[in-house]
């Protein structure tokens, strides 16, 4: 049974820093691309980062220079790093494991969910 783990949320301020985790388990975690969703209130999941199986990445635009996606093969462990926090980045952040080595908007198996609130 795949299972993904995600721990590292929590409340911050406005131009603060978190960083989330997640570790995988009963699948192979190298090969396969991973990524971190997120959901707000009364909005659609959106993809945030991703990270293929070869290491390249992807951001989206809201977060580009703020969020750093990284993965540590020998832990099974795949990192999201937030700085300069903003209150709409304010959401419920799912991590995403694909069944390929590249990324797309949709996954495989999914975490149950961090939340993430930033107070102004």
């Known amino acids: 049974q795949v299972q993904l783990v995600e721990s590292g949320g929590g409340l911050v301020q406005a131009g603060g820093s978190l960083r989330l985790s997640c570790v995988v388990s009963?699948?192979?975690?190298?090969?396969?691309?991973m990524g971190w969703f997120r959901q707000a209130p009364g909005k659609e999941r959106e993809l945030v980062a991703a990270?293929?199986?070869?290491?390249?990445?992807y951001n989206a635009d809201s977060v580009k220079g703020r969020f750093t996606i990284s993965r540590d093969n020998a832990k099974k462990t795949v990192y999201l790093q937030m700085n300069s926090l903003k209150p709409e980045d304010t959401a419920v952040y799912y991590c995403?494991?694909?069944?390929?080595?590249?990324?797309?908007?949709?996954?495989?198996?999914w975490g149950e969910g961090t939340l993430v609130t930033v107070s102004s």
């Open positions: 990270i293929s199986g070869g290491g390249g990445t």
């Open positions: 009963g699948r192979a975690f190298s090969p396969y691309a």
């Open positions: 995403a494991a694909y069944a390929t080595t590249y990324y797309t908007q949709r996954a495989a198996y």
